[in-house]
């Protein structure tokens, strides 16, 4: 089983700013382990102050959905009070939320932990996420949910 490191967090964070600062952003990171524990969280100075723990809940819920936060919006817009409950769940650290900046750290196909971006636009805080994962290596590919077997014929 992979782990996701001290070292492997902060050069993600590391990418991440340089990233940012690129494009004229100041944004917090967070990367939590597969369990949506929090390896590394950090905000540069002119990130506004409620972004680390925007991407906190970015980054797990990446993690413990196993899927990015991108992908599962439409699940979330079609089942909201599922959505809503499921951060109401006692074993729920954080707030459930199903949008961009949220990407799933996955590495030879094994899910190792979850990133989180907050301070750009939704679009930027996406961007700066895949191409910093996609530039260190890791797979930013994931199966869609619920899918098993063959299509019916009726959607083919």
Request: net charge negative; no cysteine.
């Amino acid at each position: 089983m992979t782990s996701l490191t001290l070292d492997a967090a902060e050069e993600i964070i590391d990418a991440a700013h340089k990233r940012a600062q690129a494009i004229g952003k100041a944004v917090s990171v967070a990367v939590v382990d597969a369990g949506g524990f929090p390896i590394a969280i950090r905000r540069p100075d002119g990130a506004r102050p409620l972004t680390p723990d925007i991407a906190r809940a970015k980054a797990y819920t990446a993690a413990i959905m196993q899927r990015p936060g991108k992908m599962l919006k439409k699940w979330q817009e079609s089942q909201p009070v599922f959505f809503s409950q499921l951060s109401q769940l006692p074993g729920a650290a954080l707030p459930i939320m199903a949008t961009e900046g949220s990407v799933t750290i996955k590495k030879d196909g094994e899910i190792i932990g979850g990133l989180g971006i907050a301070g750009g636009t939704a679009d930027e805080d996406q961007q700066i996420a895949e191409e910093v994962l996609q530039s260190l290596g890791y797979e930013l590919e994931f199966a869609a949910w619920g899918v098993s077997g063959k299509p019916s014929g009726k959607d083919a």
